[in-house]
């Protein structure tokens, strides 16, 4: 915060203006790193980077502590994947003018391809060739999940026609051997691969169920969001509707209708204070004995009377400036004492 705040009065003391919300004088960059990649690497990167866009780095972050686990269900895949990334925070702002560098999107091209050479890291293609969309998270977890039952299904069928080919030279070994009774080793290599066969079945349906179960878990908390707007709008019309049957029990007493109507024609007009006829009824209403808190009060309930459905939202000073004076006449001032407080308002 102190360096945006350094930049935002550098901005306005070179432009003479004020900050405006658009602008930008720091940017983050997030890096998708390989193992192994160096500082000297990565202050090469910085160097280029820098000349490439104008900005000026404030410092690199490098992560190695975040990732996933490999699934469980893929045989001899289940280490823990890192996700070697690093945080770059440039300075955007151009100390001369004040103003930000902005740059166009075919940086963000140039930026990969400097990475890419700078750390030795094989370039990717362009999403414009490749078709590929970015993915939100839950996305993401099931295009993952969808590859895993690929993988599954793919060695299931490896292992199908492994027995399949192992069946038939059990066959032809046993016309061999005759019925001596002797086990072979195909026998327990079939069994064997059977029994693979059979867990990866039952892991397959795992998966297959988690998929499930996940799109599920999307669709159910989507529908709870769904229930829960739902709930929240007949509950604001529920009481939009019982405000309206009060406002319309409240309006039967004329000396209320009167004092709504005076604090109204008083925004209408633009009235500095109230006349004394208005200042008189106004005060009975609040009730000449009654202690100052309790006054203003009623004042308040009053004006919040006045001003709901009034069509006149526009006018926030005029309603502002009568609820001061409406207080003021809670709080039992005389007209000059008020005019004077308004005045100075």
């Known amino acids: 915060m102190p360096l945006l705040r350094k930049a935002e009065k550098l901005y306005s003391e070179k432009t003479r203006q004020k900050c405006q919300k658009s602008f930008t004088p720091f940017r983050e960059d997030v890096l ?110 099931i295009h993952s999940q969808e590859q895993r ?23 032809a070994k046993e016309k061999t051997l005759g019925f001596l009774g002797i086990r072979t080793t195909k026998d327990t290599e079939i069994e064997h691969l059977k029994n693979e066969n059979k867990a990866l079945e039952t892991r397959l349906d795992e998966e297959a169920a988690n998929h499930t179960a996940t799109i ?50 008083f925004v209408r007009f633009g009235q500095a204070i109230f006349n004394p006829a208005d200042t008189a009824k106004l005060s009975a209403f609040m009730g000449e004995t009654e202690a100052t808190e309790n006054r203003k009060k009623t004042a308040s309930s009053l004006w919040e009377l006045a001003k709901y459905s009034s069509g006149s939202e526009a006018l926030l000073t005029r309603w502002h400036k009568a609820k001061m004076e409406l207080l003021s006449i809670a709080e039992r001032k005389e007209p000059g004492e008020r005019l004077e407080k308004g005045l100075k308002r």
């Open 149 to 171: 039952i690929q993988q599954l299904e793919g060695k299931k069928e490896q292992l199908e026609k492994q027995v399949e080919s192992l069946e038939v030279s059990k066959v």
């Open 32 to 141: 998708h790193i390989k193992a192994g990649v160096t500082d000297e690497q990565l202050m090469n990167f910085k160097a280029k980077a820098e000349e490439l866009t104008g900005w000026k780095v404030v410092g690199i972050w490098l992560h190695q502590d975040e990732g996933h686990v490999h699934s469980k269900y893929i045989e001899g895949d289940e280490d823990f994947a890192i996700n070697y990334h690093a945080h770059v925070l440039y300075d955007c702002q151009n100390h001369e003018t004040g103003k930000a560098i902005r740059l166009g999107r075919d940086y963000f091209r140039k930026r990969q391809d400097v990475l890419a050479e700078c750390t030795g890291m094989e370039r990717g293609n362009p999403a414009s060739e490749t078709g590929i969309l970015h993915r939100k998270s839950q996305q993401q977890r």
């Open 216 to 265: 599920q878990r999307m669709q159910h908390m989507a529908n709870e969001q769904l229930e829960k707007a739902r709930k929240a709008t007949n509950e604001a019309n529920k009481n939009n509707r019982e405000k309206e049957r009060l406002l319309q029990l409240i309006l039967l007493f004329p000396i209320v209708r009167e004092c709504r109507e005076i604090v109204r024609s």
